[in-house]
C-alpha cells in the first residue's frame, strides 16, 4: 500500500524559515539521500490559512512513497537531510506519516 510522509514546518512567534534555501539545498540533499525512495513529492509554500486569515505553516513537504519499505529505507537514509535543519529554521517540524486511499 502507498505510503506518505509529511513534514510541517509551523508557524509561531519567533520562527524563521530562508525559503530559498530550503529550495535550492535542502530540497537538492533530499533528492541526494532519500530520492531513490520516493515515488513522488511536492512541497506547499504557506500563504493563508484561510481568507484573511494567515498561514499556519512555513511550509508543507509532501512525499510519497510505494510502500512501507520504501519508507523506512527513506528514513534510514535521512541524517544529513535532518542534520541540514538548522541551516534554514529555528522550527521543530512536525511529522505526519499515512497510507494513501
Do not use: C, R, W
Amino acid at each position: 500500500m502507498p505510503m506518505t510522509l509529511q513534514v510541517l514546518y509551523p508557524i509561531s512567534d519567533g520562527t524563521t524559515f530562508d525559503d530559498a534555501y530550503y529550495q535550492s539545498k535542502h530540497m537538492a540533499l533530499v533528492d541526494e539521500h532519500m530520492g531513490a525512495h520516493i515515488e513522488s513529492q511536492v512541497v506547499t509554500k504557506g500563504l493563508a490559512g484561510g481568507p484573511d486569515t494567515p498561514p499556519g505553516f512555513h511550509a508543507v513537504a509532501t512525499f510519497v512513497f510505494a510502500d512501507q519499505g520504501a519508507l523506512d529505507a527513506t528514513l534510514a537514509a535521512s541524517g544529513p537531510v535532518l542534520a541540514d535543519l538548522p541551516n534554514f529554521t529555528n522550527v521543530a517540524p512536525q511529522m505526519l506519516i499515512g497510507q494513501t486511499y
